[in-house]
């Protein structure tokens, strides 16, 4: 008896998918064209813009700014100005404290913008409300004067500083390139231009009258100040001692 085979036929193979001839890219007009050359120059130039800041603000975070342009600019219409850089450690520490309680008593209980005081300014109809951290930006990186151009840049770039720098150097920066009379920057040539002193012998009351002429310093005196100076003065020192007293000097005494 013939034996029967028992091989199974394989399967027929299934025929390849035919593959879907591929789309051809849509042409874009030279008006599209336009628009993505224009939100790439942007997102370039404001990459660019920003690394450019951050590398700016690491390199200050180390080195002491030879200059500034407001300081530039007063060498140039003066001839010459004072200042002479001086650390923090070697600054005695009222002074710290002074300018802290005169201009940003809550310097240390914010990132570089005090939201409060900004409402509360609006609500006024009028400034005030810039911390230290904004008038180092803008006396270090920008230009003074009025305008919105300015103001946007330095609200940009303050949080910035505040995530690069510590507390302590902001205000070692400020000591430093603030103006305190004309031609006079920084802490140091303050004390030597009105008290004969170094910034690191200046007293609670010295602290205080130099603190208290920062916002016209080319309008007021330390050594020879008005009723209205002196007024100022002596509630800078009771401000002064009242943020060592409660914390708020900590950030940057600590």
């Keep these: 008896m013939a034996e029967t085979s028992t091989a199974k036929k394989k399967p027929a193979k299934k025929p390849a998918p035919k593959k879907k001839p591929a789309k051809k890219a849509k042409k874009l007009g030279p ?12 997102f370039w130039g404001v990459f660019a813009v920003f690394s450019f800041a951050l590398l700016w603000t690491l390199l200050y975070a180390v080195i002491n700014p030879p200059t500034t342009p407001y300081i530039r600019s007063e060498a140039h219409r003066l001839v010459s100005v004072k200042q002479e850089w001086v650390a923090i450690d070697d600054i005695a520490p009222v002074m710290a404290r002074s300018v802290v309680a005169a201009e940003d008593a809550n310097f240390c209980l914010h990132w570089g913008l005090d939201v409060k005081a900004i409402q509360a300014a609006v609500e006024r109809g009028r400034g005030g409300a810039s911390t230290i951290s904004q008038q180092v930006v803008k006396n270090v990186f920008l230009w003074h004067g009025r305008s919105w151009s300015r103001k946007a840049i330095e609200a940009v770039w303050t949080p910035l500083t505040e995530a690069v720098w510590s507390k302590r150097r902001i205000v070692e920066l400020y000591l430093n390139v603030a103006e305190f009379d004309e031609g006079v920057f920084g802490v140091q040539a303050a004390a030597q231009h009105y008290f004969g002193v170094d910034a690191g012998d200046l007293s609670p009351i010295q602290a205080a009258r130099l603190a208290a002429i920062l916002p016209s310093p080319k309008n007021r005196s330390a050594s020879n100040p008005s009723t209205f100076t002196r007024n100022r003065a002596a509630s800078i020192m009771s401000g002064a001692a009242t943020i060592a007293a409660d914390g708020r000097a900590d950030c940057f005494e600590n």
């Design 31 to 42: 008006i599209e064209r336009a628009r993505r050359f224009v939100r790439r120059v942007i």
